[in-house]
């Protein structure tokens, strides 16, 4: 009897361990199965087969060897870029601020503008990369805004002259074009497709050349930041990979070795990385880049609308069940909204079947589409959902910009543009009006010194009414150095007079 019991004992301790061996060993091949079903699913982008996405991570040196392969296949593509910006220094004595005593004896003009000066050479650096074969490189606006001279280096030490194709500021995006053999273009992927969380990996040139095709690591933070203040249109990708300045205008890499971003800028207190910085996404500026090269400028559409984000207290207001979309306030006069019956107090809650969250991803939307497609809005009106077809126009404000403009700009002291609906609400001046805005004033200038800052409105040059930013260039494009430009200038709702000379 004991014998019995201590045999059937035996047998199921036995069958407790072949079982627990028997699914031990399932759950081990499972998963291994899974894993391996994990990495091999995914979209395989021949283009950038190199970077090893699709390696299997088993040992450490695998995870190693993975951001290794993946640095190799994109560090190449990278240039560091060297900007040259000549300047005058100036130098005023007193007596050219209060005027010699002696100046009235002698019938001297006081002229409180002159004074010795020299040229000085500033120069600058910054990143970029190659995303063609034929030459053409992505960088930031501001890495090259208003450089005289712009020149690259490659990651094989060639040192070769670069020109400006074409830039655009409002998403802080410029094209660069060099002749040259033997480059190597990275990928460029999907960035719609980035998810929080994915690993990502940066290179540029921080702090100097010393330090070119420098590789940091880290993931991404968030996706379609906006609101920062860095650029008029922002649908930036947030990381803690390292960036420093100098590595504006360099790669954003996912671990296929796509680009699939622009890194531009950092939030700091202190001026150096703090574990937050942003890039351009790669579609925006994938964007931007063929719309420079086919076309020589960014076309955007139009909707003709003002509007706003919808809070709580407005979705009462108007029978909504949550806070959602984007409210319409003014509705442009023969805009193409208005033409497709769009009206004040409409909620724009779907544009051709996806979900509009704010007014931000509003107008990066409308923005990226190209003027004259049609596109579905779902709006809510007086408590009905109601479906409407809007043929785009493109946004006002748009000319091409002469060749000679950043010259003119040095020359005036202050750049201008077009009154358009963007600038109108920035600078809050009346968008239906007509006129040159300021966007900017160099602080060393005589138009600065003389009272002009940014935002004011240019209604009349030379006793001549502004009717359009073609007729402005071609006032202020006939003058020489020394000449007298006497401006009426809107600002504040009052019309102020400035007069200096060039």
């Known amino acids: 009897m004991k014998m019995n019991r201590l045999s059937s004992l035996l047998l199921i301790l036995a069958g407790v361990a072949i079982g627990g061996l028997v699914f031990a060993n399932i759950e081990f091949t499972v998963s291994d199965r899974e894993h391996e079903a994990a990495v ?3 979209v395989n982008h021949a283009t950038a087969a190199n970077a090893g996405q699709d390696m299997p991570i088993r040992t450490l040196k695998d995870f190693n060897e993975a951001f290794v392969r993946i640095a190799e296949s994109a560090t190449p593509s990278v240039v560091t870029i060297f900007t040259e910006k000549t300047v005058n220094r100036r130098f005023i004595s007193p007596f050219d601020l209060f005027g010699s005593p002696f100046d009235e004896f002698f019938s001297i003009p006081r002229d409180r503008n002159r004074g010795n000066g020299r040229k000085e050479v500033l120069r600058g650096l910054g990143s970029g990369v190659i995303v063609r074969r034929d030459g053409y490189i992505l960088t930031n606006n501001h890495v090259i805004d208003k450089a005289d001279a712009i020149y690259i280096r490659t990651s094989d030490n060639r040192k070769i002259d670069a020109e400006v194709v074409g830039t655009d500021p409002k998403t802080d995006i410029a094209v ?3 002749e040259a053999k ?10 719609d497709d980035l998810r929080v969380g994915e690993w990502v990996i940066a290179i540029g040139s921080p702090l100097g050349e010393n330090l070119a095709r420098t590789v940091t690591r880290g993931i991404v933070s968030a996706v379609g930041r906006s609101n920062v203040g860095l650029a008029d249109y922002e649908d930036f990708i947030q990381t803690d990979a390292a960036i420093n300045p100098g590595n504006s205008g360099g790669p954003l890499v996912n671990i296929s ?4 971003g622009i890194n531009t800028a950092i939030a700091s207190r202190t001026g150096g990385f703090e574990g937050i910085g942003f890039a351009v996404p790669s579609n925006m500026a994938r964007q931007i880049m063929e719309s420079l090269i086919s076309r020589g400028k960014v076309t955007r559409g139009w909707l003709g609308v003002t509007i706003q984000d919808v809070d709580e207290n407005i979705a009462e207001g108007l029978q909504l069940k949550k806070a959602e979309g984007v409210l319409v306030g003014t509705v442009v006069e023969k805009g193409p909204a208005r033409a497709a019956g769009v009206k004040t107090g409409d909620v724009i809650l779907e544009i051709d079947g996806r979900k509009v969250l704010n007014t931000v991803e509003l107008r990066n939307q409308i923005a990226a589409t190209a003027p004259g497609k049609k596109v579905m809005l779902t709006l809510w009106r007086d408590g009905v959902l109601k479906k409407v077809g809007v043929k785009l126009g493109e946004l006002p404000g ?18 201008a543009a077009p009154l358009s609906p963007d600038l109108a609400a920035r600078y809050r001046l009346e968008s239906g009006g007509k006129g040159v805005v300021i966007t900017g004033v160099d602080p060393s200038s005589n138009a600065y010194r003389a009272g002009l800052r940014e935002g ?17 260039l071609g006032i202020v494009g006939k003058m020489k150095k020394g000449d007298l430009l006497f401006l009426l200038v809107e600002r504040g709702g009052g019309k102020v007079y400035f007069a200096f000379n060039l």
């Open 176 to 178: 660069l074009k060099v």
């Open 398 to 415: 748009q000319e091409d910009a002469p060749v000679g403009e950043p010259e003119m700009d040095k020359q005036l002291g202050f750049s």
């Open 257 to 260: 070795g796509e680009l699939v």
């Open 182 to 191: 033997n480059l190597k273009p990275i990928a460029i992927g999907n960035s």
């Open 40 to 42: 091999s699913n995914r």
């Open 456 to 472: 004011d409105l240019i209604r009349a040059a030379n006793r001549r009414e502004i009717t359009s930013y073609k007729q402005f």
